[in-house]
């Protein structure tokens, strides 16, 4: 019998300078997400809220997705791959939004590795820079950020354990 645990995150030594993660899956952007993101973050701009405000008083004649919402669904997408056993996310030096996100988009993301920094007073770590970017399902990119994280080295990550023990399907 095979036991499998999916990764989650990489450590400094997995980052190579270059590399790129496509990230998996998409989401599609509903109108009841933006809407509830806004009320929570306390966003009550009648852009992202009021159909009748954006068709009738703004550049694009409809809703537009707060860019909170897209960003942070775009980290979020990139947490597997880059950031999943990261000690903390340190700085986040660049954001851009590049084109409009609207209801019913499905955003996409990748990142690419910059730059791999061992950290000169604590042995057991790094400090990995990367860019992200999101995409709509038409390819245009919505999001950009530029970030650095603080990661584990291998040997000195602490263990993943579950909060049981022993073989469950014995």
């Known amino acids: 019998m095979s036991s499998f645990e999916r990764p989650f995150g990489r450590y400094f030594e997995e980052f190579e300078v270059g590399d790129v993660y496509k990230h998996w899956p998409g989401k599609t952007i509903t109108e009841a997400d933006d809407h509830l993101f806004c009320m ?7 852009l992202h809220t009021n159909a009748w405000f954006a068709e009738h008083e703004t550049v694009h004649h409809k809703n537009v997705v707060v860019g909170n919402l897209v ?3 775009v980290l979020g997408m990139s947490v597997p791959d880059v950031s999943g056993s ?19 988009d499905t955003i996409y993301a990748e990142t690419r590795v910059l ?25 245009l990119e919505v ?9 584990w080295k291998r040997e000195f990550a602490p263990p993943r354990e579950r909060p049981y023990s022993g073989d469950v399907w014995s």
Not at 86 to 104: K, Q, W, Y
Not at 131 to 136: H, L, M
């Open 143 to 151: 999001c950009y950020f530029r970030r650095k994280v603080m990661v």
């Open 86 to 104: 990261a000690i903390a996310n340190l700085e986040v030096e660049t954001l851009v939004h590049r084109n409009p996100t609207f209801h019913g």
């Open 71 to 73: 960003y942070s669904l």
């Open 40 to 46: 929570i973050t306390m966003n009550h701009h009648p």
């Open 115 to 139: 730059e791999k920094i061992p950290s000169t007073s604590k042995n057991d770590r790094g400090i990995v820079v990367v860019e992200t970017k999101g995409f709509n399902q038409d390819g």
